[in-house]
T-cell receptor, first 117, second 114 residues
């Protein structure tokens, strides 16, 4: 089955600086890579995703890059703000190849992002 | 915008009891997923349903079963509860078909087994 590794486990950055979280996956059939933000006591919130036919995607201060050859993808957050503090999870699935079926996500272990004021 | 609804939000059970968790997907979503998240851990996929049929199966114990009903809501039934079943249980929903793969998570049900 799929295995997703995520680094670092904890990341502390100064407010206004950039943060980068990296993930690698093992299954070359995986083709959908979402990122979730989870605050304490809440459900994971989808913040951005990327599919295997795209190398990069950006949404305001958040961007994701995908390197299919190396099987890794990264989340970039620029101009970090205190409200960015949370646990971030990367995930992978083979949703596209399933013919429309509902594939479960395999998550990384999470990164605790701390924004220092 | 309407989100995924889960009930109950908190549940306390004793060992060997049974529990039923309910999930109401976002309107028009036809697919539901169940995940289990232990303290300080990542969500683990349990099972999913598309158009009332089981679609994908993860690490769901044999003591657990689930189904999706005609109105697309889903229930996760857990029997012979063990202390290790204490966790957050999330339901997510998506709209299959077309070019949509996004899974949107509910607020979760916190299950405590004593």
């Amino acid at each position: 089955g799929e295995n997703v590794e995520q680094h670092p486990s904890t990341l502390s950055v100064q407010e206004g600086d950039s943060a980068v979280i990296k993930c690698t996956y093992s299954d070359s059939a995986s083709n959908y890579f979402p990122w979730y933000k989870q605050e304490l006591g809440k459900g994971p919130q989808l913040i951005i995703d990327i599919r295997s036919n795209v190398g990069e995607k950006k949404d305001q201060r958040i961007a994701v890059t995908l390197n299919k050859t190396a099987k890794h993808f990264s989340l970039h957050i620029t101009e970090t703000q205190p409200e960015d503090s949370a646990v971030y999870f990367c995930a992978a699935s083979t949703a596209m190849y399933s013919g429309g079926g509902a594939d479960g996500l395999t998550f990384g272990k999470g990164t605790h992002l701390i924004i220092q004021p | 915008a309407a989100g995924v609804i889960q009930s109950p939000r908190h549940l306390i059970k004793e060992k060997r009891e049974t529990a039923t968790l309910k999930c109401y997907p976002i309107p028009r979503h036809d697919t539901v997923y169940w995940y289990q998240q232990g303290p300080g851990q990542d969500p683990q996929f349990l099972i999913s349903f598309y158009e009332k049929m089981q679609s994908d199966k993860g690490s769901i114990p044999d003591r657990f079963s689930a189904q999706q009903f005609s109105d697309y809501h889903s229930e996760l039934n857990m029997s012979s509860l063990e202390l290790g079943d204490s966790a957050l249980y999330f339901c997510a929903s998506s709209l299959e078909g077309g070019d949509t793969y996004e899974q949107y998570f509910g607020p979760g049900t916190r299950l405590t087994v004593t």
